[in-house]
């Protein structure tokens, strides 16, 4: 998938560049080659190695008093997001960020607790090219430039792959029936 992504010159300071997808409910098992085990994020990533990780959907949450998106992992290469029938397989070889959760960006917004969010039943993903570095200057410093995206156009791009597991594949098979994926 080849992306292009323009930013207005009229927006001076972006959150994420990047792709958000509604998952289904069942997509719970996440496993990534990338910075982990726990969130990081650009200007956030030293303390996190290099390596294969697993988890789930809900494990990935971090529960802050105040609803904010959270779970970025960074640098990673590989991202697979397992359900009961199917997989999902995402990779790079430049590299993405990505965060997982049973809440949207809108959720988080409209919440003032972290008790108000209700989970949805789909899983949302997203993948972004960049993310901007923490701190926004309402109770410490800001952002430093470095870490902050700009207006201008972002290009990146990564393999997406649907995988069928093998029994459900099998059973089709013997019942003659066909997969037309899209």
Same mark, same amino acid.
């Given at each position: 998938?080849?992306?292009?992504?323009?930013?207005?010159?009229?927006?001076?300071?972006?959150?994420?560049?990047?792709?958000?997808? =509604?998952?289904?409910?069942?997509?719970? @098992?996440?496993?990534?080659?990338? !910075? #982990? $085990?726990?969130?990081?994020?650009?200007?956030?990533? =030293?303390? =996190?190695?290099?390596?294969?990780?697993?988890?789930?959907?809900?494990?990935?949450? /971090? $529960?802050?008093?105040? $609803?904010?998106?959270?779970?970025?992992?960074?640098?990673?290469?590989?991202?697979?997001?397992?359900?009961?029938?199917?997989?999902?397989?995402?990779?790079?070889? @430049? #590299? +993405?960020?990505?965060?997982?959760?049973? +809440? *949207?960006?809108?959720?988080?917004?409209?919440? !003032?607790?972290? *008790?108000?969010?209700?989970?949805?039943?789909?899983?949302?993903?997203?993948?972004?090219?960049?993310?901007?570095?923490? #701190? /926004?200057?309402?109770?410490? $410093?800001?952002?430093?430039? /470095?870490?902050? &995206?700009? =207006?201008?156009?972002?290009?990146?791009? +990564?393999?997406?792959?649907?995988?069928?597991?093998?029994?459900? +594949?099998?059973?089709? &098979?013997?019942?003659?029936?066909?997969?037309? &994926?899209?």
């Amino acid at each position: 998938m080849d992306n292009t992504i323009q930013v207005d010159e009229k927006i001076t300071d972006v959150p994420r560049v990047g792709i958000t997808m =509604a998952l289904a409910k069942k997509m719970e @098992k996440v496993s990534w080659f990338g !910075r #982990g $085990p726990h969130e990081n994020y650009s200007d956030r990533k =030293a303390g =996190a190695r290099f390596g294969k990780y697993e988890s789930t959907v809900d494990d990935m949450f /971090t $529960p802050y008093i105040l $609803p904010q998106e959270n779970g970025n992992r960074c640098d990673v290469t590989n991202l697979e997001i397992q359900g009961e029938k199917s997989a999902l397989k995402f990779s790079s070889e @430049k #590299g +993405f960020n990505f965060s997982i959760a049973k +809440f *949207s960006a809108h959720d988080y917004y409209n919440s !003032r607790h972290t *008790s108000e969010l209700k989970k949805r039943d789909e899983t949302i993903l997203n993948i972004d090219y960049q993310q901007r570095g923490l #701190g /926004t200057n309402s109770c410490g $410093p800001d952002t430093l430039d /470095t870490y902050k &995206l700009a =207006a201008g156009t972002y290009q990146f791009d +990564f393999s997406f792959e649907v995988i069928i597991i093998k029994d459900i +594949f099998s059973q089709l &098979l013997r019942k003659k029936q066909c997969i037309v &994926l899209s």
